[in-house]
């Protein structure tokens, strides 16, 4: 069976990336209650949370592990997080068996299954944050949210990938015109903090490849930004170098409650 996936959440409320195989099933981050990840799954028609092989974190931040300690102490599911974060996590999970305990350090390569999973780091204000890139059967994945920026070494990670799954978090004149106190619009700004829908396209451009089919636009602001404002900003971005958006390269949205539909690459 070939690689599919389905962004089950996404947004400054909760996130949670699915991904399978045909003997591989594996979840990224749970930022949201178990309830909601229940629904979420049966909404995607991604079978059980019982039937995973193990959850990926990415970093601490709560709208990225909300529902990590219940899930995974409900379902007995093996978590892997690299020392720093699983450091960062401590207190904010409640208690979890050390046998559910994995290292998955930066800038490393795990083999689940059939899948093998890349790890790399990226450019946000937490412990150690890392985002990972799925190859199975010459397939290749990219997720890649929560970064201030998109480093010359990422886009050599994530370049020619089948299908993103990227940050558009903001509108720039949208953040800048808001109601956000001036020292959380600094850190969203910073290198540390979420890159902006055009920064999203600027990176595209660099980084799509022959084989490129699908983009998912991930981790919008729901008050500094709009799906349309974001999907018409990355499209003008990409269509300014040529790309052509629509036929063989396709952009969608992603929602904080609603999964995208679980695609095959």
């Given at each position: ?11 400054s409320?909760?996130?949670a990336?699915?991904v ?18 229940n ?10 949370l ?6 990926l ?15 995974a ?10 020392a720093k ?7 904010l ?11 998955f ?7 689940f ?8 780091g ?28 998109v ?54 451009c ?18 500094n ?16 170098k040529g ?8 952009l ?14």
């Amino acid at each position: 069976m070939a690689l599919q996936f389905s962004v089950l959440a996404s947004g400054s409320t909760g996130n949670a990336i699915y991904v399978e195989s045909e003997n591989t099933r594996l979840l990224v981050d749970v930022g949201l209650s178990a309830k909601q990840m229940n629904l979420l799954f049966e909404k995607a028609g991604c079978g059980g949370l019982d039937q995973l092989d193990g959850i990926l974190i990415t970093h601490e931040h709560s709208d990225h592990i909300k529902g990590l300690g219940v899930v995974a102490r409900k379902y007995k599911l093996p978590i892997y997080a690299n020392a720093k974060t699983w450091k960062a996590m401590d207190g904010l999970i409640g208690e979890v068996a050390s046998e559910q305990k994995f290292e998955f350090e930066m800038d490393s390569v795990k083999t689940f299954g059939d899948i093998d999973v890349e790890s790399f780091g990226v450019s946000h204000d937490a412990a150690e944050p890392m985002f990972y890139i799925f190859h199975h059967e010459g397939k290749k994945l990219t997720l890649m949210t929560d970064t201030g920026y998109v480093s010359d070494r990422m886009k050599g990670s994530i370049k020619g990938s089948d299908a993103f799954v990227i940050e558009a978090n903001h509108d720039i004149n949208m953040l800048m015109m808001g109601r956000y106190p001036w020292n959380i619009k600094r850190r969203i700004l910073s290198d540390h903090g979420h890159i902006s829908n055009e920064d999203c396209g600027h990176a595209l451009c660099d980084v799509i490849g022959d084989r490129t089919k699908r983009i998912y636009l991930a981790h919008l602001s729901k008050d500094n930004n709009m799906k349309d404002i974001a999907h018409l900003s990355v499209k003008q971005t990409l269509e300014s170098k040529g790309f052509v958006i629509g036929e063989e390269l396709q952009l969608y949205h992603t929602d904080a409650s609603v999964p995208t539909e679980l695609v095959k690459l």
